[in-house]
């Protein structure tokens, strides 16, 4: 197997990883069936096929960057602490049952992730691009983590 080839495997199963780990932790707290919903909110089954989708794009996208010798240490730092934001964000709200303060930290996601998406547009258009599924999807879990707290009350 080529180099190119591994960096993209690396790039990949990192996000995916985290986000299974993740999901492993928080399945015993899954409560999102029994809360109020907001107007256009998914099915649960929906949320583990969207993220994967997700995690495999920022993988592909930071596999670009790496595989073109485009990561440098500001794309490291945005990139590892969004990830970093990401994983807590639903330990904080189905673990911990922090809506409110899941909300503030989804929003604190929402920047990390523009400015991830800047810099990678900066480096190499493509990869960019690819995060702008990750930002709307992000924006969307912003309005329901309001909505949800609101409703929930």
């Known amino acids: 197997m080529n180099s190119k080839a ?3 495997i690396k790039s990949i199963l990192l ?9 492993f932790i928080i399945s015993p707290f899954m409560n999102y069936s029994s809360l109020v919903q ?4 998914p099915p649960s089954y929906l ?13 592909v996208s930071y596999g670009i960057l790496e595989t073109n010798n485009q ?24 673990v911990f049952d922090w809506q409110l303060f899941s909300f503030l930290w989804i ?12 810099r990678f547009y ?8 690819l995060q702008i599924p990750y930002l709307l ?12 707290y609101l409703l929930n009350r």
């Not at 945005?78 to 330990?91: E, K, P, R």
């Open 6 to 8: 591994i960096t993209y």
């Open 15 to 23: 996000p995916v990883v985290i986000g299974g780990v993740v999901g």
């Open 38 to 41: 907001p107007f256009l909110a």
């Open 47 to 59: 949320f583990p096929i969207v993220w994967t989708i997700l995690y495999i794009l920022m993988g």
């Open 71 to 94: 990561v440098d240490d500001e794309i490291n730092s945005i990139y590892y602490l969004q990830l970093f934001v990401n994983a807590l964000w639903s330990i904080f709200f189905f």
């Open 107 to 118: 929003l604190l996601l929402d920047v990390l992730v523009v400015i991830m998406i800047s």
């Open 122 to 129: 900066s480096k190499n258009k493509i990869a960019g691009l």
């Open 137 to 148: 999807w992000i924006l969307f879990a912003s309005y329901l983590n309001l909505a949800i």
